[in-house]
């Protein structure tokens, strides 16, 4: 009875053994940035770990916050991480025409329907004919914002001066302590402060019409990654695919998001509505590439004109399309 | 008897008078500092909250060291000082012998140490992020350079201060190479040493939190940096004390392990050529 | 072999081993050895240097940094010199604050900068409030030493001569600190550069330091490294400038 008892349990702990070994080999480990921690469109990868999406494929992700633009590309090209997301397009093609080992893998927002500028309702500016002379942030060299501000002020002739403020937070305080005249930021933040009148929108993202149909961020991967680790990029492609349709179909997604940017479940649900379509969030291709390569002349990105068939290395988009 | 008794009293009474008013100095400064701070804060000149009340930042430092994330951050940054410190110092060591022994290497390469000594070395950040990455290896190579210089410098400097006769006995004793640096110019070179090791730990400790600051995940200067943009500014304080308490604190237990033998350092107060 | 040969002059011996280092540089990187876009060769990057005049306005930011460099050195030396003064004059207030200065010469005090950001704002006079604060205490403490350690005899002869406590101060004790406390203005100016450049980096804001940051921000790593050499160049300047001047008023002394 005795020796039963024992062998039953040496071949129960054996078994054990043997399947969370199994279970560790097949969880390969990815490195994740994530620039901008608690928007919508960053927290995918975020919401898609905690629902066990990456997991099941077999990955498993380590999330990395870095600050937007050059910074990330920076983390990638030092091969500090593996993939990047949701970063600006404008500076990767100028680092990549510079020689720089990244890949595109996927697109990660196309428009710019989140995105918002704002001043303190004290300095009286209310739209961008009043931004004269005054600062404008933007989150880093390279990034979305870069180019929306960029883009913007292009469009309005108005000659003010774009500064780089870094993340959300951090350039709230700084328009709050008189430090920049007109901040950036994305919904649910300071929502509630447009509301009681503290802060005044002088303009939106996708005020500028060319933007609104050319993908402007995307997901990326070092190169030598790429050509690796291909298959678990893709099987990382795929997953976030199926995390980005899981958010939007899950309520559980929401409540992940409110508590990432400590706001009330109803805020984070009508920001997601009003400010995220899914379209706009399709990994699938990268538009308005030829827009792109004249704004990354225009604002000095890369040296010379070139064509979107001179950039096509840049581009491997891993994500399979659906049937 | 009662002469002398006197005669001896006195400097020590004027002594113990000057000693007294030391501290009132003292004890009257951080008063003066302590008020001056709380009435700025409460005057409404500056932003609200950009001078925040003793008190807070006082809470400030009992919720960080009960933050066990604190101590991770302490931790690395800690590690990152530390380590650029040995690798920094050893080949400022290494470089400052070899620009010493010899007087011909040392005019030709010595003048460009200087320059580049006084050249602000986060501007070789941007090279060092994309080499190592945006975690310690950037830091701690930072921290690396910035402490080289005074090392090798201060030690160059000392090698030639060694008294030549030394040398001499050691050529006429035949020692080899090894022997020499062992017997004569290491002990020789303790008090340059010691100060190059005062010199960059400081420096240092700026390197490795500037590149924390500019781009990290961890440690002390990121730390204070997220607390900026939170606008908790007495968090950010609180840091900014420890680091602080941390350099000098570092700097105080340099100069006490290595001992400077003789007054001659007293004197002169020594400052890096960061 | 001619001695010219194997010992050149230092000077002649320093640009040879420039030259080689560059001629290394290049062929290392051409040849693959070393990362072409983390490494570009000399050749990629001296071509840069008309680049950043015209498009990147080099002139205007290295003037910026310089002017604000001289701003902060100059009233981190006029405080530091009162503030040394009445160290050396009131002996309590010495002995009281002399190891004060001491440890905040060596604190990291350019870490300050977003205090400073706070109350100053985002415009120069954060950068010469930091650069004033850098520069502040080494004055402080070399101008004290300086007049401590002049020599008592010295201070006794000009008072047997009648000297009023102005002509004291004139005749005897500044010219006879002047070495000591030029060594304090010195450091003054290199700790100013140092943290005019680091706050510009940091922060993005101001003249070569925000330079070097947008450049590498555009991965443009050659023209960075032309800015960078540039910066060099600016040190090499005030360390140049700053020698000659020595040499100069001590023999006008």
């Known amino acids: ?25 097949t969880l390969e480990t990815l490195k994740v940035a994530l620039p901008q921690k608690g928007n919508w469109d960053t927290g995918i990868v975020e919401f898609g770990m905690k629902a066990g999406i990456f997991k099941e494929a077999g990955i498993d992700v380590q999330p990395v916050y870095t600050q937007g633009g050059a910074a990330t590309v920076q983390a990638v090209i030092s091969g500090s991480v593996d993939v990047a997301m949701q970063t600006g397009l404008l500076g990767l093609i100028g680092a990549y025409v510079k020689g720089a080992p990244v890949r595109v893998i996927s697109a990660a927002m196309t428009g710019s329907p989140d995105l918002y500028f704002y001043a303190r309702s004290d300095k009286g500016i209310k739209s961008l004919k009043d931004a004269e002379g005054k600062t404008v942030s933007y989150s880093a060299a390279g990034s979305s914002t870069h180019l929306v501000v960029l883009s913007m002020l292009d469009m309005a002739k108005v000659k ?12 709230y305080t700084q328009v709050m302590s008189g430090q920049i005249d007109i901040g950036w930021a994305v919904p649910p933040f300071g929502i509630a402060d447009v509301n009681s009148g503290k802060i005044t929108i002088v303009a939106k993202g996708n005020d500028v019409p060319a933007l609104r149909e050319e993908t402007i961020r995307v997901n990326f991967a070092n190169a030598e990654t790429l050509s690796k680790r291909r298959d678990l990029l893709v099987k990382f492609s795929t997953a976030y695919a199926k995390a980005l349709d899981w958010a939007y179909q899950d309520p559980k997604a929401i409540a992940y998001f409110a508590e990432g940017a400590e706001v009330s479940q109803e805020i984070a649900a009508e920001s997601r509505e009003k400010f995220y379509p899914k379209e706009a969030m399709q990994p699938y291709e990268v538009k308005g590439l030829d827009l792109a390569m004249q704004q990354a002349l225009e604002f000095k990105f890369i040296p010379k004109a070139m064509t979107a068939k001179e950039v096509a290395g840049l581009f491997d988009m891993l994500t399979p399309k659906p049937k | 008897m009662v002469a002398v008794g006197q005669m001896n009293d006195a400097p020590r009474r004027r002594r113990l008078r000057i000693s007294n008013s030391v501290t009132t100095y003292r004890v009257v400064a951080l008063v003066l500092l302590f008020a001056l701070w709380e009435i700025a804060g409460a005057s409404g ?35 990152e000082i530390v380590v650029g410190f040995v690798i920094g110092s050893s080949l400022g060591v290494v470089v400052g012998l070899a620009l010493g022994i010899n007087r011909y290497t040392g005019e030709v390469f010595e003048p460009m140490l200087n320059y580049l000594a006084s050249t602000p070395k986060v501007v070789f950040l941007p090279i060092l992020l994309i080499l190592f990455g945006i975690g310690v290896g950037s830091k701690i190579s930072l921290g690396a350079i910035s402490c080289f210089f005074p090392m090798a410098l201060s030690v160059a400097a000392g090698v030639r201060t060694i ?8 050529q006429s004793l035949n020692l080899s190479f090894g022997h020499r640096i062992r017997n004569i110019y290491i002990p020789a070179l303790l008090p340059p040493i010691a100060t190059g090791l005062r010199l960059g730990f400081g420096i240092a400790t700026v390197g490795c ?18 607390a900026y943009n939170r606008f908790d500014i007495p968090t950010m304080l609180a840091l900014l004390l420890i680091i602080f308490t941390l350099a000098g604190l570092g700097n105080y237990l340099i100069g006490r392990f290595v001992r400077l033998p003789g007054p001659t350092n007293r004197r002169t107060t020594v400052l890096p050529p960061r | 072999m001619p001695t010219w040969l194997i010992r050149p002059e230092p000077i ?42 015209s498009d990147y306005d080099l002139t205007g930011s290295f003037l910026r940094t310089f002017g604000e460099t001289f701003a902060a050195a100059g009233l981190g030396a006029l405080g530091g010199i009162l503030g040394g003064w009445w160290l050396h004059h009131n002996r309590v ?29 985002r415009n120069a006079a ?20 300086g007049l401590d350690n002049v020599r008592g005899v010295l201070v006794d002869v000009g008072r047997t001569f009648g000297l009023t406590r102005w002509q004291q101060v004139k005749m005897i004790m500044f010219p006879a600190s002047l070495p000591t406390i030029f060594t304090g203005l010195r450091l003054g100016l290199v700790f100013a550069l140092i943290n005019v450049v680091g706050v510009e980096y940091l922060i993005g804001f101001g003249g070569m330091g925000l330079l070097i940051a947008d450049l590498g921000d555009r991965f443009e790593i050659a023209g960075m490294y032309a800015a960078i050499c540039f910066v060099i160049l600016t040190s090499i300047c005030f360390f140049y400038l700053t020698e000659k001047l020595e040499t100069w008023l001590l023999s006008a002394r």
């Open chain 3, 12 to 53: 002649y011996a320093r640009f040879l081993f420039l030259g080689v280092l560059l001629l290394v540089w290049e062929f290392a990187s051409l040849a693959g050895l070393m990362s072409r876009f983390i490494v570009p060769p000399p050749s990629e990057i001296f071509p840069t240097i008309s680049v950043l005049f």
């Open chain 2, 45 to 79: 000149l500056f932003f609200r909250g950009v001078i925040p009340s003793t008190v807070l930042i006082a809470q400030a430092f009992v919720r960080l060291f009960g933050d066990p994330a604190f101590y991770t951050h302490f931790g690395i940054t800690l590690f």
């Open chain 1, 1 to 25: 009875m005795r020796k039963q008892a024992l062998l039953a349990a040496a071949f129960t702990s054996a078994l054990v053994a043997t399947v969370s070994l199994a279970s560790a080999q």
């Open chain 1, 160 to 171: 003010a001066r774009p500064t780089a403020t870094g993340g959300i937070p951090g350039t």
């Open chain 2, 163 to 170: 008294n030549p006769m030394f040398l001499r006995v050691g």
């Open chain 3, 126 to 145: 954060t950068i010469i409030a930091m650069g004033t604060v850098a520069s502040l205490p080494p004055v402080v403490l070399k101008t004290k030493e």
């Open chain 3, 93 to 121: 207030a010495g002995a009281a604050y002399t190891d004060w200065m001491a440890a905040i010469a060596a604190a990291p005090l350019v870490l300050l900068f977003p205090l400073f950001l706070v109350i100053f704002g």
């Open chain 2, 209 to 226: 939190l500037m590149s924390e600051i500019k781009l990290s995940n961890h440690g002390l200067g990121y730390a204070a940096m997220q």
